[in-house]
């Protein structure tokens, strides 16, 4: 096919993107969402044709600059930047248009201003180092040992057997089981190689005899050059004053030296060959217990190869859970017996003991550690900024073993503490329906708590949150009790795509796409569709999703009918339900049943409520009424809304006397809070339903408090302010720069456009 031709293919493709955009999507329903994947898909099929594509990208983002057209801007920008990847050499000048494309996005409102920044940070580094991109992405997916990037990503699928047909589960456990087959972490490291000193030697590589060099050699030879190629390219940036000239010249003695004296390829250049991006490290996970992700993250710091024994780390994990049950009840997990001390207090008179290999420490014995370890002594308890300081030093051993020795004298410390790094990125999709994001919200505010009492993960882990909305072809047993209309499912799902129309284009796509291709019969090529489409959707939605879309976790506190039955705590995020009970107690049903017939149906109720006003002061309100049941919704009908507001409709009955007799009609109630009690002073019974979720339903409730649910590093930092100054109402000291509220963040490409 001819330059112009090929020119003309391209851009009519990327029109055909921009028009679904604009909400015209293609005649054919089977390619809707497809567009931007088989444009990738084409390129990888001819890489010298990705200069092409990023002059067209490029001249569209000038276009739509002057045209205003700022719901295309986005879009293409993924679109360029993922291209730009991969691309096997883009020239400088090229690059330098995309560069200054960047700076000025800074001038506009989030997210625009925040993407245009990370992306001229990138694209400097690129220009500075090409190739630099392609390696960091590669060596922190596929966790490759390097000592000047140190960073490691894995993705986590997580989806609910309860809520989704085994069909679709078993299909995804195959499609990213097949995608780590045929993937070596040699083959890895290869890849890097070879895109590196393509992307700086450009059309003097001889990419054909530089790949049979690599697979010639072994695995540890492969290393090596892999670890001279890392060094050379992330060293650019820290010599300080680049010089283009000398990285490529530099990378050519790696060229030379890698190749030695095989002969060159004699076949004709056809032109630059691109190197294939390797698939990420993807897990898919059955959500089958309440601490599932807290372990799986757990396990992503602490793999078993760190342990002494395979079920060394699960005992660890019990260690961590039981610390945190005794934080809970204030007691430090030791029988605290009066000891007489009768050493001098001083570290070197200690006697050296024998102690047995902690959980996940090295096996080795460390007579430094056990000659500091004191037996039957009374813990002081370490504030907050301490244990940070110890969790600051403790993190640097592998393992997380704990520190030799302690400062002795206060604000005296033997050696300059490390900055606490996040190296390690846990990518969590979430694949389902709105169900599945309640579960989260649970299992998050859960790991936030865990975080409150004990600093784990989060001063090592950065935790990236996404969402693929799945809806079953045929309905599940567990949601048959749930909603009947499958569209209420997914109303997270579709604010997200209403707040970002890539997220749209390319996500919400796959909420009935997922199933059909899971109800293909098998064949190959429903093995070769599923095995790519699928694996490279989530891959591309976890690498350029990076804006997080926030909702406000709300707490509900539910009271029930038998008082000697404690209240119960729990929280949503999407809505709560209310309905009368259908079965009231024996002794009162024929009581229930003539005042039925007289107030009409449903119960009497008192509802208190802070409402919404525009000016945002608290208007406490109060009424009394009878009603069948009411719904509080968390997620606007339109992203203009506010994320941190209920909407609550109550179903209200009134009674009307006529000529006829009298007769009951029901009328929406509806307003806005953010707090609200509800009271049945009759100690009717009534049910809770919270996320939609049949299986998290309270029966025999008689009131509940919904509020937002506070971040319990707040909550804990303020009852500290408290105990200190009981008299402060207002926050005094660290609470004033903790956040206040618990938001999930839930990634998309875009966030909520302005």
């Not at 047993?477 to 579709?494: F, I, N, Q, S, Y």
């Amino acid at each position: 096919m001819e330059s112009s031709e090929v020119e003309s293919d391209i851009l009519r493709r990327v029109r055909a993107l921009l028009r679904e955009l604009d909400g015209h999507h293609p005649s054919c329903q089977s390619d809707r969402g497809m567009l931007r994947w088989t444009l990738h898909k084409k390129i990888d099929q001819n890489p010298s044709t990705s200069c092409v594509l990023v002059r067209i990208l490029v001249k569209e983002l000038e276009r739509a600059e002057r045209g205003d057209l700022r719901h295309y801007i986005i879009p293409l920008l993924h679109t360029l930047m993922y291209t730009l990847i991969q691309a096997p050499c883009i020239p400088d000048e090229l690059c330098a248009r995309v560069y200054d494309f960047c700076k000025r996005l800074l001038t506009l409102p989030k997210p625009f201003c925040t993407i245009g920044l990370d992306y001229a940070s990138r694209l400097q580094v690129e220009r500075t180092a090409p190739g630099t991109l392609y390696q960091r992405m590669v060596i922190s997916e596929q966790s490759l040992l390097s000592a000047p990037f140190p960073y490691q990503e894995k993705i986590f699928i997580f989806a609910d057997p309860d809520l989704l047909p085994e069909a679709i589960c078993n299909v995804l456990v195959t499609d990213t089981e097949a995608a780590q087959v045929s993937q070596s972490p040699q083959g890895c490291m290869s890849c890097v190689v070879t895109h590196a000193l393509q992307a700086a030697l450009g059309d003097t590589c001889d990419i054909h005899g530089l790949r049979a060099r690599l697979q010639a050699l072994p695995p540890g030879e492969v290393e090596h050059w892999f670890q001279q190629v890392v060094a050379a390219v992330e060293g650019v940036g820290s010599e300080g004053g680049w010089d283009r000239g000398q990285h490529t010249a530099r990378l050519e003695r790696i060229y030379h030296g890698l190749l030695g004296s095989s002969p060159a390829g004699n076949d004709p250049q056809e032109g630059l060959q691109g190197t294939p991006l390797p698939n990420p490290n993807i897990s898919f996970h059955l959500w089958t217990e309440d601490e599932q992700l807290w372990k799986e993250l757990v396990l992503f710091l602490r793999p078993l190869s760190q342990s002494c024994e395979p079920d060394c780390l699960g005992q660890d994990l019990d260690a961590l859970e039981m610390q945190d049950m005794l934080a809970d009840c204030g007691c430090c997990g030791q029988s605290r017996f009066s000891v007489l001390s009768t050493d001098s207090g001083i570290e070197r008179d200690l006697p050296v003991q024998d102690e047995p290999c902690a959980p996940c420490a090295p096996c080795a014995t460390d007579p430094e550690r056990s000659r500091l370890h004191r037996k039957g002594g009374i813990k002081k308890k370490l504030s907050l900024l301490e244990s940070v300081a110890l969790l600051q030093a403790g993190s640097k051993v592998p393992g997380g073993k704990p520190p030799g020795k302690l400062p002795r004298k206060a604000g005296m410390s033997p050696e300059p503490a490390a900055s606490l790094q996040r190296l390690h990125t846990a990518r969590v999709v979430l694949l389902g329906d709105d169900r599945i994001l309640g579960r989260l919200a649970q299992a998050f505010h859960s790991l936030r708590k865990r975080e409150a009492r004990r600093v784990f993960l989060t001063p090592r882990l950065n935790l990236q949150l996404y969402h693929i909305p799945v809806l079953p072809g045929q309905p599940h047993p567990a949601a048959a009790a749930d909603h009947t209309d499958p569209e209420e499912l997914c109303e997270v799902a579709g604010y997200l795509g209403r707040a970002d129309p890539w997220y749209e284009s390319n996500i919400n796509t796959l909420c009935h796409m997922i199933p059909k291709l899971a109800n293909m019969p098998s064949s190959p090529s429903r093995a070769l569709v599923t095995d790519l489409f699928l694996t490279d959707v989530i891959a591309y939605y976890a690498r350029m999703g990076t804006q997080p879309v926030c909702f406000q976790v709300h707490s509900v506190k539910v009271l029930f009918q038998d008082p000697a039955q404690d209240p119960a705590e729990d929280v949503f995020l999407t809505e709560l339900l209310t309905q009368v009970q259908d079965s009231p107690p024996h002794r009162e049903l024929s009581t229930t049943k003539k005042k039925s017939s007289l107030d009409g149906p449903g119960i009497d109720l008192t509802v208190t409520y802070r409402k919404v006003v525009l000016s945002d002061r608290q208007k406490e309100l109060a009424l009394s009424l009878r009603s069948t049941g009411l719904l509080m919704k968390a997620i606007p009908a339109e992203e203009a809304e506010d994320l941190g507001c209920l909407s609550v409709t109550i179903t209200e009955i009134i009674r009307i006397n006529n000529l006829a007799g009298r007769s009951f009609s029901a009328v929406a109630n509806r307003f806005k809070t953010r707090n609200i009690k509800i009271r049945s002073p009759e100690q009717r019974p009534f049910t809770v339903q919270l996320d939609k979720d049949s299986r998290r339903t309270y029966r025999d409730v008689i009131g509940l408090e919904v509020s937002p649910c506070l971040e319990p590093s707040y909550c804990l930092q303020k009852t500290r302010t408290m105990k200190s100054s009981p008299h402060e109402t207002e926050d005094v000291g660290l609470v004033k720069y903790l956040p206040k509220s618990l938001l999930l963040p839930i990634n998309t490409f875009a966030g909520v456009m302005q």
